[in-house]
């Protein structure tokens, strides 16, 4: 599809609990095209593929669905593609050109891991999109698949730590009823707190958080090679781990929140987080103090990096200024106060049991940042570079546990961030 300078962002949002996703024009909230009765995966979020096209899955229905956010406004269905796959949905992941994907499965609503179904996809096999699943280990696995003439499905497990590698086109070749599947490499991680990964499509790596720092490998020829791990360390701030990692594509810069302070969930509000940043092309490594409380998952913008922080005395969202060059580095330019979310967590309790929650989601491509208000059917919209609100959308749905979010931008190389948001 051609890209056009006068085309709006657009905004997916999707309420999992509810069973729907709604997709707005902004700034107006005008909505454009609705889908009834589809429960995302939330863990495994949105993903971005080439030509604008988003990839997302139906927990309930066990599907994969390829949107084309712009299609209802040329006359074309929002869902472009429902491939099957297995489910619950624990990550999605895309090779580079956005023809392989695959999805791992993990607890779901279930105490303990039950299924180690791995789902691998070509969109556009001969015949039309094909899914194969096999079975591996039962988990809750991260996922990259690298590119290349031989491309390849990297698992992230927690207990034993490890990385397994299996060749896509072995995967899609293997037989009915779900085979086990032995992987063609494995390299030892540490063990049990594996969270978090991150692939860069220009220098074939693979990032893997866990306690000990961001473990490495590099895609090479027909396996991948260890490489030293990052440690969580800088400017003089130490302890803590990443329990998030994302890549951000128009500044190649690694990304996470750095969580510190108690263990116990109830002293949740005393937890610190730092942001914490590694610039991969020229190995410059930092962390930046953010507040006190719940941080999790961050949002990349055109010039800013875009945080929620979650605390009984006051939710905000941070926006830090991106570096843009050498000797540059990120600072904090903006606080700005977010309404209070009446089922919000409390002192003494999880900030994940029963709460309400808060999605944040931003294009490379633009400044608009857009963050939820967990059980009240809002989502406001900020000008990062303005630092000023926008405006505050309603959605006919309460968001219950925050919903789920994805902001696009005709043209934004989002896709070049290969890993579901």
């Known amino acids: 599809m051609p890209h056009s300078p006068h085309l709006p962002p657009l905004l997916l949002v999707a309420d999992q609990v509810a069973g729907r996703i709604s997709l707005l024009d902004l700034p107006d909230g005008?909505?454009?095209?609705?889908?009834?009765?589809?429960h995302l995966a939330e863990h495994a979020g949105f993903l971005a593929l080439p030509d604008d096209l988003v990839a997302c899955v139906d927990d309930r229905a066990g599907e994969l669905l390829v949107l084309d956010p712009y299609g209802p406004g040329a006359?074309?269905?929002?869902?472009r593609r429902r491939v099957p796959v297995a489910v619950p949905a624990e990550h999605l992941a895309a090779a580079p050109d956005g023809r392989r994907l695959a999805v791992t499965t993990g607890l779901g609503r279930n105490e303990e891991a039950w299924t180690g179904l791995l789902s691998a996809v070509d969109l556009d096999a001969p015949d039309g999109a094909v899914a194969v699943r096999v079975r591996g280990r039962t988990g809750e696995p991260g996922v990259t698949v690298l590119g290349g003439p031989s491309p390849l499905v990297v698992l992230r497990h927690r207990e034993p730590g490890e990385l397994l590698v299996h060749r896509h086109r072995d995967l899609m070749a293997a037989p009915p009823s779900c085979p086990p599947v032995e992987p063609v490499q494995r390299i030892g991680l540490p063990d049990g707190d594996g969270h978090g990964d991150a692939h860069d499509p220009v220098t074939g790596r693979v990032f893997a958080a866990a306690g000990s720092g961001v473990h490495r490998v590099r895609h090479d020829g027909e396996g991948i090679t260890p490489q030293p791990p990052l440690p969580w360390a800088a400017d003089g701030r130490t302890g803590g781990r990443g329990y998030y990692l994302r890549l951000d594509p128009v500044r190649r810069t690694l990304w996470s929140c750095v969580r510190g302070g108690p263990t116990a969930p109830g002293q949740w509000p005393e937890w610190t987080n730092d942001a914490w940043w590694h610039r991969i092309d020229t190995g410059t490594t930092g962390r930046l103090e953010l507040g006190p409380g719940l941080v999790f998952r961050l949002a990349v913008t055109a010039r800013h990096i875009a945080y929620s922080r979650v605390h009984p005395d006051g939710d905000e969202l941070i926006l830090l200024t991106a570096p843009t060059g050498p000797g540059t580095r990120p600072h904090i330019t903006a606080r700005l106060p977010l309404p209070a979310m009446s089922g919000a967590p409390r002192r003494g309790g999880t900030p994940w049991d029963g709460?309400?929650?808060?999605?944040?989601?931003?294009?490379?491509?633009a400044g608009l940042v857009a963050v939820s208000r967990g059980g009240h059917g809002e989502v406001h919209v900020v000008d990062a570079d303005r630092a000023e609100p926008v405006t505050t959308l309603t959605l006919p749905t309460p968001l219950d546990d925050g919903g789920h979010l994805a902001l696009i931008t005709p043209g934004d190389g989002a896709h070049a961030d290969p890993v579901g948001r």
């Not at 005008?30 to 589809?38: F, G, K, S, T």
């Not at 709460?355 to 491509?365: C, F, H, K, M, T």
Request: charge should be positive.
């Open 75 to 79: 006359g074309r269905p929002l869902v």
């Open 30 to 38: 005008d909505e454009r095209a609705v889908l009834h009765h589809r």
């Open 355 to 365: 709460v309400q929650r808060r999605a944040v989601a931003a294009s490379p491509g």
